[in-house]
Nanobody
């Protein structure tokens, strides 16, 4: 059974930083691409970043240069380092086994002064 458990969300001031983590189980983690998505109230869920099994990365234009996705295959964990956060980054952030219908429960990120 695939499980994805996100953590690390919270309230942060504009310009601040957070690191999200997603612990995966139930599949051979190192063999799959992983991704972070986000959904703000009243908006569609959008892809933020993804990382391939060979650690190729891709980012949404809105987060390029501020967010970094990484993975640790020894810990079956994917991370999202978020720097210079803006109020428009406020959303629920979800981890996904990329291209599969496997999602975490989400973690809330709120950027506000």
């Amino acid at each position: 059974q695939v499980q994805l458990v996100e953590s690390g969300g919270g309230l942060v001031q504009p310009g601040g930083s957070l690191t999200l983590s997603c612990a995966a189980s139930g599949f051979i983690f190192s063999s799959y691409a992983m991704a972070w998505y986000r959904q703000a109230p009243g908006k569609q869920r959008e892809l933020v970043a993804h990382i391939g099994s060979a650690e190729y990365t891709n980012y949404a234009d809105s987060v390029k240069g501020r967010f970094t996705i990484s993975r640790d295959n020894t810990k079956n964990t994917v991370y999202l380092q978020m720097n210079n956060l803006k109020p428009e980054d406020t959303a629920t952030y979800y981890c996904r086994r990329y291209s599969w219908n496997d999602w975490g429960q989400g973690t809330q990120v709120t950027v506000s002064s």
